[in-house]
């Protein structure tokens, strides 16, 4: 059967709900959990980890991604979208360890898909090797550390690429540009990344 969606108006009440191919059919409103894994090494240099979408999703394969992200299904809570950081990661953390930031409307269209999105975003901090994330890998192609700092140079235009650490990929570093991130009309990826900095300078109050 078919995964079924709560689905909502332009004022975000909830209209029904209906199957996952007729949402992206028909674009209609729809909640999703995104989390964004953020740390800092031993010398204090933070980072992003980001996934590596596989090469069999049927949106954007093979393109740099969120850390762990998936769809509320119709009656679930933001809380029960924590279970996509275990599913995608193989890490189990807490609902309530996770750092809010608000909820953002995404709206893309690729190929057939119009995806409307109800993005619950969070940070998850987490310090740990990639060599302890315990992956799926008929999920994930693999993963990758970005500093945020380099990621800032990139996602800013002041550089055309940057290396960053590997897993799961070709080689344990590779080169990304901006054209293997996932594309957003709001400059999604950056505008993390500038709110990750802020949050380990010490502010409390952050929104996407």
Known sequence: MSEQFDIYDESLRHIGVKS???VHRDGDWHQVF???MVGRELNG???VILQMRHDDKDMYPGKVDISAAGHLEAGESVADGVREIEEELGLRVNFEDLVPLGRRLGISRYRDVVDCQICHVFFCVCSRSLADYNYREDEVKGLLKLPLDAGLSL???EVDSVMVEA???RAD???I????FIPSVDHYALKTLILAKR???GEKHLYI
């Open 167 to 169: 897993v799961g990929l």
């Open 20 to 22: 996952r191919e007729a």
């Open 34 to 36: 995104h989390c964004w």
């Open 45 to 47: 240099d933070e980072f």
């Open 155 to 157: 996602l800013s235009g």
């Open 173 to 175: 570093r590779v080169t």
């Open 199 to 201: 949050y380990f300078a």
């Open 177 to 180: 540009g901006v054209g293997d």
